[in-house]
């Protein structure tokens, strides 16, 4: 997937998405902590779609992206601390 970012002025930061297959998307993160999923239609630079999400909405759709939720995760990283640790 290729990707980048941009800094808009006064707005905040758009990350924008192309995929493998060609398909265009765009995550558009206000200084208020909104962020905006953006779609695009094939040879078009106008959004065909924005759809406003709250930061508690945002960090659910994070959670199902990640291949482990963030309690696997956490517990992942407690036992790493705990292993180190006992090391000592």
Request: charged share 25%; no cysteine.
């Amino acid at each position: 997937m290729d990707t980048d970012r941009t800094t808009i002025p006064g707005t905040g930061v758009l990350h924008n998405f192309r995929t493998r297959a060609g398909t265009r998307f765009a995550l558009l993160t206000e200084s208020t902590g909104t962020r905006h999923l953006l779609t695009y239609t094939a040879g078009s630079d106008e959004p065909a779609a924005d759809i406003a999400l709250t930061p508690d909405e945002a960090d659910q759709i994070a959670e199902l992206l990640h291949s482990s939720s963030v309690r696997d995760r956490l517990a992942r990283l407690e036992q790493r601390i705990e292993h180190l640790t006992d090391r000592g």
